[in-house]
């Protein structure tokens, strides 16, 4: 999906497969080339992607790549939620990411009451040692 303010384009994926794929590929060291290489039809100044539970937020050449991170499910070792917000006008873009801790206790045991089918693997991303 593709937004067009001012003078920015923005895009955002939503084919989660792909999202996911472009996501693993920024979070490490990528160059403008390989990111290039891997999505040649990129013509944005702004791309957002998510579902890789990981945030970052690189400039390659003209084109800013961020990765939103997760609200649950986190697999670095900052527990807390991570979004973003952005405000967009005619006049430009601001993107604000946002960092916020909540009771994972609280989740661990909603999970074990509602005895998840994938209890197992979801607790793994909250009780760690």
């Not at 579902?51 to 084109?63: C, F, N, Q, Y």
């Not at 670095?76 to 206790?105: C, N, P, W």
Request: proline fraction near 3%; include cysteine.
């Amino acid at each position: 999906m593709r937004f067009a303010f001012g003078d920015s384009n923005l895009t955002l994926f939503s084919n989660l497969h792909r999202s996911f794929i472009f996501c693993r590929v920024l979070l490490k060291d990528t160059t403008e080339k390989t990111a290039t290489e891997i999505f040649p039809d990129i013509q944005a100044d702004l791309v957002f992607a998510g579902h890789a539970h990981e945030e970052s937020d690189i400039t390659l050449g003209s084109v800013r790549y961020i990765t939103l991170g997760g609200v649950a499910n986190p697999l670095t070792s900052d527990m807390r939620a991570k979004y973003a917000i952005l405000e967009a006008d005619e006049s430009g873009y601001e993107v604000i990411l946002r960092h916020v801790a909540f009771d994972y206790q609280q989740v661990v045991e909603a999970i074990k009451a509602v005895q998840h089918p994938s209890e197992p693997w979801l607790l793994k991303f909250y009780q760690r040692s």
